[in-house]
């Protein structure tokens, strides 16, 4: 039973049911869209969190139509009480909805390109595929992640690093208008001239400081890249890391590369030569031509040896299927030292590891390049990430004194530890920005940021 239920049982609204059955009652009065109770399947389907281990049971799931909903749900939710959350595809839900309203922006998900600026319009509830093959025919594409069902909205907001990034940077940075529903029933628009503080924290502070139900941000000119992957032997994985973090410091921003060492399993759907085998491969994504892209891995390759299979080619950036490997446990560093290296080796060696997957995956270019007005997307420094599918308590032991406790927001695991994912000035000012929109930590159902 969670914290806020209980909060509800000593309520001085009266007994919970009654005060939940009314505020059902109220949302059905005032919302446009549908609202979905307990035993309905339609509220099962909508209140999921598929990627966590939580089971939200919200009192109603809203479905919102526009931002006048947003604010019947809100105003509904203050009145009555009740915590509210909102969710789009509920891929980074960390907190659950228990007790609560949950505000579903699915059905807002509209999206326009306008071509002559090179800006996508979208609704909160949009998912990267939608935007990329609106984007596409124009030549340009949005700064997405590998996993192309991923929200738009909760991504963005919590900062966004995908294969775009080292040539674009963060998706947030590219954001550049939000219309979100503040704490106190506003509808306001976020930009550089409207609300600015209340934009820069947008930029990376994830669903701390409104609802939002509709953004824009620039699209980027990338209609074509160069992208897979080579596979070589697993036991090829320490020199392939060794020559990896020295041959890094060459790499242009266009090219993007991420190491993964996996233990594939001996299934018909894997090809031939890595079936059942461990591997350890390098995976490349580059804005411009094979060749070009042949002649700076050829360094790389080296040291690898001859690969069991590669499936580079070059074709539309949507159409690029570039995986990931499930994060369980992100590190962020800023080199690879050899007791690092030597640790993730041996994890993925491992017969009875625990961790099948492990991605080594290169960070900087223009993340590490903010303008002076960029949002407080934390430690633009980290050079890599190291990012595990299990936690293990001896690897976190070893990994602990060269990721100085630092996390990315959208990676977070804890909804408690949203401080580890900014810089310490950042955070500050964040908590300002909380106290001036949200002084009662109305929106606390995320990755919490409290008010100053
Ligand atoms: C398979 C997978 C791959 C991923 N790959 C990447 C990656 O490559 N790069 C990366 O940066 N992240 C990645 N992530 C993390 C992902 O960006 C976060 O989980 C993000 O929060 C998902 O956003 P969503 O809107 O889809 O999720 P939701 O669960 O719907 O929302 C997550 C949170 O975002 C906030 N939020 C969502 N919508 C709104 C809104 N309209 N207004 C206010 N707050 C809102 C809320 O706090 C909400 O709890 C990945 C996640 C998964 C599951």
């Known amino acids: 039973m969670s914290q806020q239920y209980v909060h509800q049982h000593l309520s001085p609204l009266g007994p919970p049911v009654e005060n939940e059955r009314a505020a059902v009652r109220r949302l059905r009065r005032d919302v446009d869209g549908a609202v979905h109770v307990p035993f309905e399947v339609a509220y099962d389907r909508e209140r999921q969190a598929p990627y966590s281990d939580i089971d939200p049971r919200p009192v109603a799931v809203v479905m919102a139509t526009g931002s006048a909903d947003v604010r019947a749900a809100l105003a509904t939710a203050r009145e009555h009480g009740l915590p509210l959350a909102v969710q789009g595809t509920g891929h980074g839900t960390q907190a659950a909805s228990d007790g609560g309203i949950l505000v579903k922006t699915t059905q807002l998900a509209g999206v326009l390109v306008d071509p002559v600026r090179k800006v996508a319009r979208v609704g909160a509830g949009a998912v990267w595929e939608q935007v990329i093959a609106a984007a596409a025919p124009l030549g340009l594409a949005p700064l997405a992640g590998a996993h192309q069902t991923v929200g738009v909205a909760g991504y963005t907001l919590g900062g966004g690093i995908g294969w775009l ?45 409104g609802v939002v139900t509709s953004l824009e941000f620039r699209l980027h000119p990338v209609a074509r890249v160069f992208a897979g992957a080579a596979f070589f032997p697993g036991e090829r994985a320490a020199d392939v890391l060794v020559r990896y973090r020295d041959w890094i410091a060459s790499a242009p921003d266009a090219l993007s590369t991420a190491v993964r060492l996996t233990r594939l399993p001996d299934d018909r759907q894997v090809p031939a030569p890595l079936r059942g085998r461990r591997v350890v491969a390098v995976h490349v994504m580059f804005g411009g031509p094979g060749e070009e892209a042949g002649r700076l891995l050829a360094p790389l390759f080296e040291a690898a040896g001859r690969p069991l299979l590669e499936t580079f080619r070059t074709g539309a950036f949507g159409e690029m299927d570039m995986g990931g490997t499930v994060p369980a446990h992100v590190n962020l560093l800023d ?26 995956r290169h960070w900087g270019g223009a993340m590490g390049r903010p303008g002076p007005h960029a949002g407080p997307v934390g430690h633009r420094t980290a050079h890599f990430s190291a990012i595990l599918d299990a936690r293990l308590p001896e690897v976190e032991a070893v990994l602990r004194p060269h990721t100085g406790g630092r996390a990315f927001l959208n990676f977070l695991q804890d909804p408690d530890n949203a401080v580890a994912a900014y810089t310490p000035s950042d955070y500050r000012r964040l908590r300002e920005v909380k106290r001036a929109y949200d002084p009662d930590n109305f929106f606390r159902l995320n990755y919490n940021i409290p008010p100053a």
């Not at 219309?179 to 409207?194: M, P, Y």
């Not at 030292?337 to 590891?353: G, K, Q």
Request: hydrophobic share 45%.
């Open 165 to 209: 990034s080292r040539e674009y940077g963060f998706a947030a940075d590219s954001l550049l208008r939000a219309e979100v529903v503040t704490a106190d029933g506003r509808v306001l628009t976020a930009s550089a001239d409207s609300h600015p503080d209340l934009f820069w924290a947008m930029r990376g502070g994830g669903g701390n400081f």
């Open 335 to 360: 080199t690879l030292p050899d007791p690092v290296i030597d640790i993730l080796v041996a994890t993925a060696a491992r017969p009875d590891s625990p961790v099948s997957g492990v991605e080594i």
